[in-house]
């Protein structure tokens, strides 16, 4: 039996450091769906200025902050852009790997989110849009690491994660000249 508003609710994000922002809509979701399955995109890129991260230590951040709350999953670049058709490959991934299609899709406020789930797959996907309150990107934490600058750092991850900041400051630091990437 269903204690919440919705039985599943997933986020899809490239968690390139999970920040505060992230922390909010994974809170959010939390409150309002009994489980909650975090996708994590472009898993297959690692040890790039964009995508520094290898999948493992994402999800290493998630359970860090989350522990067993969450279910975590890889979800690699289906090469096809932002449109319906990366909607449907999401929702395949979905029933794959929770057993069944979500019930809410939880994001930020992105137009490009707008059109993925206009499929008829997707057509009965209630989306809940989280706003930005908390001004920050993963870009910018990356700056953090790069500039050595752990005090604005810290203002914007959980303390879980600041045993982490040498391993990943290392990690950014080794990728932050490598533009080619591994992608499809």
């Not at 472009?42 to 522990?67: A, D, H, I, W």
């Not at 057993?99 to 406020?109: A, N, V």
């Not at 690491?145 to 991850?157: C, E, M, P």
């Amino acid at each position: 039996m269903t204690k919440k508003a919705y039985e599943l609710g997933i986020l899809v994000g490239r968690f390139q450091v999970l920040h505060a922002g992230h922390e909010d809509m994974i809170k959010k979701a939390l409150k309002v769906c009994d489980r909650v399955a975090v996708f994590v995109g472009s898993s297959q890129e690692s040890g790039t200025e964009k995508n520094p991260f290898s999948y493992e230590m994402r999800e290493k951040m998630l359970k860090t902050v989350f522990g067993s709350r969450l279910e975590v999953y890889p979800l690699p670049d289906a090469g096809i852009g932002n449109v319906a058709g990366w909607g449907e490959y999401v929702l395949q991934h979905v029933k794959a790997d929770c057993g069944r299609l979500p019930d809410l899709m939880i994001s930020g406020k992105e137009e490009r989110r707008q059109s993925w789930f206009d499929g008829p797959v997707g057509a009965g996907i209630a989306e809940l849009t989280v706003p930005k309150t908390i001004d920050i990107s993963a870009s910018r934490m990356r700056e953090f690491f790069i500039a050595d600058d752990r005090k604005s750092w810290k203002q914007y991850v959980n303390k879980k994660l600041i045993p982490l900041y040498d391993e990943m400051r290392e990690i950014v630091l080794t990728s932050k000249d490598n533009t080619e990437t591994r992608s499809i």
